[in-house]
């Protein structure tokens, strides 16, 4: 089972909210990580976004809209990148990371489709 | 503003070698880890190695442990990836990452490993 697990895709429609998840697999605690958020455009290298572990442990990229925000859900042991009021430039692949026993996990990637 | 720029990549034989390079600025480079991280053709985000500001700690993934190594010269702002025994699935674009939050991306490198 991989550390970290998103959908593969969802889609938003222009000025809706967007959600996307990053499941930790069973055994580890999301209350007790760091959660990395990257997007990547076709043909572009990852850029960061943010990072969240609390409301009192977090940091936001560079550059980064507030409309891009970051939190966890316990009772799904996920974290949870809010993309408020999506635009068509939004639309891109959004990749989830933790550090984990002296390695990097990257979960999957969410292709994320602005109809 | 941190810049990074990869070199290095090309076409090579199965099991043959490859040396990536990474010159770093617009940044502190002695004050930061650095990682690479790898991207196949149409895939996700996959973590390679990551070494510390000092260099006195280095990580590998599992799939490039004992074929991989990192290194970095904190004088000449460098950090080179020597990739050795390389296989077909080592077939990637190379991103040289700044920080083990990975808050800066180069352009990337493209190694293609033929058999």
């Known amino acids: 089972q991989a550390v970290l697990t998103q959908p593969s895709s969802l889609s938003a429609s222009p000025g809706a909210s967007a959600s996307v998840t990053c499941t930790l697999r069973?055994?580890?605690?999301?209350?007790?990580?760091?959660i990395y958020w990257y997007q990547q455009k076709p043909g572009s290298p990852p850029q960061y976004l943010l990072r969240?572990?609390?409301?009192?442990?977090?940091?936001?990229g560079s550059g980064v809209p507030s409309r891009f925000s970051g939190s966890k859900d316990a009772s799904a042991n996920a974290g949870v990148l809010l993309i408020s009021g999506v635009q068509s430039a939004d639309e891109a692949d959004y990749y989830c990371?933790?550090?984990?026993?002296?390695?990097?996990?990257f979960g999957g990637g969410t292709k994320v489709t602005v109809l | 503003e941190v810049h990074l720029v990869e070199s290095g990549g090309g076409l090579v034989q199965s099991g043959g070698s490859l040396r990536l390079s990474c010159a770093a600025s617009?940044?502190?480079?002695?004050?930061?880890?650095m990682s690479w991280v790898r991207q196949a053709p149409g895939k996700g985000l996959e973590w390679v190695s990551y070494?510390?500001?000092?260099?006195?700690?280095?990580y590998y993934a599992d799939s490039v442990k004992g074929r991989f190594t990192i290194s970095r010269d904190n004088a000449k702002k460098s950090v080179k990836l020597q990739m050795n025994s390389l296989r077909d699935e080592d077939t990637a674009v190379y991103y040289c990452?700044?920080?083990?939050?990975?808050?800066?991306w180069g352009q990337g490198t493209t190694v293609t490993v033929s058999s």
């Open positions: 990452v700044r920080e083990g939050g990975m808050d800066g």
């Open positions: 617009g940044f502190s480079f002695s004050d930061y880890s």
């Open positions: 070494i510390s500001s000092g260099g006195g700690t280095i």
């Open positions: 069973s055994g580890i605690n999301v209350a007790t990580y760091k």
């Open positions: 969240y572990k609390s409301d009192s442990d977090k940091h936001q």
């Open positions: 990371m933790i550090w984990h026993s002296n390695a990097v996990a």
